[in-house]
Every structure is written in structure tokens, then in C-alpha cells.
């Protein structure tokens, strides 16, 4: 199976500030016969079920905020926040879907400092 | 609206048997793959079992033998049977369906329930 390790476990940052999630898989996640990364982000928010933010590493959903990004490829990826807005207060998880089974990172949580 | 609602969800000893329902609305289960994952109180999500268009099933080596998915397409529905649960099969169980982006389907999911709690204790 594929490992999904996500950096830091926890994170604050201040209002308006920039936060940055890490992602980095035990392999590629790199599918050569479409040249994408198969690289999902969700947001959690306290008692909510998973939101799909970003897939194929840097597509964001219909309706996700543009101060959410996502870059990175092969092994490494990461998630961006330009601007911390208090609603952004959540837990991120990183899945990948490259192999069976799909696996998830242990999930970031962000709070606001 | 596509949706789904989990229902079904209690507290068991070990040995003992649930079954989760999740009803969907706005879109036909029987045509998406449809998943059920979980996550352990405090900790991360984890992938369970899904069953495609075509009807093959699939499961995570934690509960293959012990766990079934299934679907009603009558009633639009999807099912996980739960049998000789543990204390580790405790968690929100979540029902999701996996995307279809130009017809293709994709394992990241796009649609996922609130989730319903099992509890395994004695």
C-alpha cells in the first residue's frame, strides 16, 4: 500500500496569513498514461464529513475559494492557504488515488494563532 | 442536490453484527462507485470497501470476510453488512461516491455523507 505522510500534525497561523501543508507519498503518484498526479486534498471541518477542496494535485473544485492551491508532483505536494480566513479552521487530509487501496495521509489540522 | 444520508449506525459488543444503510438522492447509485470510509475517533480517514457500476466489490484487508457492501437499486441505496465487529471497527462511517470526470470514474470521492457512529464495546 501506499504511505501517505502528512507535515506538520498541527498548524497555527494568524489570521491573513499564509499556511502551508505538506503531502509526500512512499511513491509515485504519478500515472504515465495521463501524465497526472492522482493527488486529492479534502477539508474537514469539526463535525463535518470531508469536503473535496483540490484533485489531480492542483484542480481546484467547483466553488473552492482561490486562496487554496495545491502544487506538487511525483512524491511530494503540498497545500496552500494564501490567506488564512477564519473559516478555514479545519482538518486537511491528502488521499491518494494512483493505487488500490486509496489511502489517506493522518490529516493537519489548522487553527487560527 | 446529490446527497447521501447514513442511517443505521449503534453501539454492539464484539462478536456482534450492524448494517449501515446510506440513501442517495440526486443521482443513481447503481450507475457511480460508491464507498464506505471511516475514521476512528481522533484519528484519519481510512478507506473501507467499494462497489463499482458493474457490481465488483472490493475491501480493505481490515475487514474483508467480515464486511459486505451491497446495493439496492430499487430503492437507491447502499449497504454495509458488519459482522464479528471489534473494538477497532469503532468510527463514523461515511458514505461517499467516487467522481466521474468525462465518463471515467476516479477514486477520490465528490459526494460524502454526514456519517453514522458504530461503537464497539462491551
Known amino acids: 500500500d501506499i504511505v501517505m505522510t502528512q507535515s506538520p500534525d498541527s498548524l497555527a497561523v494568524s489570521l491573513g496569513e499564509r499556511a502551508t501543508i505538506n503531502c509526500k507519498s512512499s511513491?509515485?503518484?504519478?500515472?504515465?498514461?495521463?501524465?497526472?498526479?492522482?493527488l486529492a486534498w479534502y477539508q474537514q471541518k469539526p463535525g463535518q464529513p470531508p469536503k473535496l477542496l483540490i484533485s489531480w494535485a492542483s484542480t481546484r473544485e467547483s466553488g473552492v475559494p482561490d486562496r487554496f492551491s495545491g502544487s506538487g508532483s511525483g512524491t511530494d505536494f503540498t497545500l496552500t492557504i494564501s490567506s488564512l480566513q477564519a473559516e478555514d479552521v479545519a482538518v486537511y487530509h491528502c488521499q491518494q488515488y494512483h493505487s488500490t487501496p486509496r489511502t489517506f495521509g493522518q490529516g493537519t489540522k489548522l487553527e487560527i494563532k | 442536490e446529490e446527497q447521501v444520508v447514513e442511517t443505521g449506525g449503534g453501539l454492539t459488543q464484539p462478536g456482534g453484527s450492524l448494517r449501515l444503510s446510506c440513501a442517495a438522492s440526486g443521482f443513481t447509485v447503481s450507475s457511480k462507485y460508491m464507498n464506505w470510509v471511516r475514521q476512528a475517533p481522533g484519528k484519519g480517514l481510512e478507506w473501507v470497501s467499494v462497489?463499482?457500476?458493474?457490481?465488483?466489490?472490493y475491501y480493505a484487508d481490515s475487514v474483508k470476510g467480515r464486511f459486505t457492501i451491497s446495493r439496492d437499486e430499487s430503492k437507491n441505496m447502499l449497504y454495509l453488512q458488519m459482522n464479528s465487529l471489534r473494538v477497532e471497527d469503532t468510527a463514523v462511517y461515511f458514505c461517499?461516491?467516487?467522481?466521474?470526470?468525462?465518463?471515467?470514474?476516479?477514486?477520490?470521492?465528490?459526494?460524502w455523507g454526514k456519517g453514522t457512529t458504530v461503537t464497539v464495546s462491551s
Open positions: 511513491q509515485s503518484v504519478l500515472y504515465s498514461s495521463n501524465n497526472r498526479n492522482h
Open positions: 462497489i463499482h457500476d458493474g457490481g465488483s466489490r
Open positions: 461517499a461516491r467516487d467522481a466521474t470526470v468525462a465518463g471515467t470514474r476516479y477514486f477520490y470521492m465528490d459526494v
